[in-house]
Antibody
Framework: QVQLQESGPGLVKPSQTLSLTCTVS??????????WSWIRQPPGKGLEWIGY???????YYNPSLKSRVTISVDTSKNQFSLKLSSVTAADTAVYYC?????????????????WGQGTMVTVSS | DIQMTQSPSSLSASVGDRVTITCQAS??????LNWYQQKPGKAPKLLIY???NLETGVPSRFSGSGSGTDFTFTISSLQPEDIATYYC????????FGGGTKVEIK
């Protein structure tokens, strides 16, 4: 059974870069059937998609965050990572990694079908 | 950007009640609509994909319908374990979520 686990600092200073890693276990990140995504949720608020990466390295980002976001993949470690630069208090949130079913899939295309447990990141000096 | 508007933002119902949540898209998204359940302190869980298809293992009291711009999510008989916030999500153009509906027991 595929599982995702986020890791990284829980506290980041304003103007610095937030860095998180998601480790995939129980399956290969190189499966062609999935994109690997980051989603965040500010305290008490809704969900915001940040971006995704394919195992080949191709990426797509939310236009509202595109200038500050970089997602990368390390297939040898079965991991993918998020970097968000120039953070402010508005970036304080629970950050989730999630598996996104590719649009060409026969079922659940476009759905985030497996999620990590989430990690809280606070931006504060 | 496609905006997703959910209503109500919260509701209170009794065990056994039928609960209905609506989600409206700002433009036609065909059936490219999924529903999630999020319990407090937990990650969201996929319940329904493509507007009306039940994810494997999800109880049959959950259902979804709709296409175009208007969608409905229904719990046919509310159970105590259904206390959660429910989100719709479109994937016609990138990915956006509705604002959520918090379901509580009366």
């Amino acid at each position: 059974q595929v599982q995702l686990q986020e890791s990284g600092p829980g506290l980041v200073k304003p103007s610095q870069t937030l860095s998180l890693t998601c480790t995939v276990s129980g399956g290969s990140i190189s499966s062609g059937d999935y994109y690997w995504s980051w989603i965040r949720q500010p305290p008490g608020k809704g969900l915001e998609w940040i971006g995704y990466i394919y195992y080949s390295g191709s990426t797509y980002y939310n236009p509202s965050l595109k200038s500050r976001v970089t997602i990368s993949v390390d297939t040898s470690k079965n991991q993918f990572s998020l970097k968000l630069s120039s953070v402010t208090a508005a970036d304080t949130a629970v950050y989730y990694c999630a598996r996104l079913v590719v649009p060409a899939a026969k079922t659940a295309a476009g759905a985030f079908d497996i999620w990590g447990q989430g990690t809280m990141v606070t931006v504060s000096s | 950007d496609i905006q997703m508007t959910q209503s109500p933002s919260s509701l209170s119902a009794s065990v056994g009640d039928r609960v209905t949540i609506t989600c409206q898209a700002s433009q036609d998204i065909s059936n490219y609509l999924n529903w999630y359940q999020q319990k407090p302190g937990k990650a969201p869980k996929l319940l329904i994909y493509d507007a009306s298809n039940l994810e494997t293992g999800v109880p049959s009291r959950f259902s979804g319908s709709g296409s175009g711009t208007d969608f409905t999510f229904t719990i046919s008989s509310l159970q105590p374990e259904d206390i959660a916030t429910y989100y719709c999500q479109q994937y016609d153009n990138l990915f956006t979520f509705g604002g959520g509906t918090k379901v509580e027991i009366k």
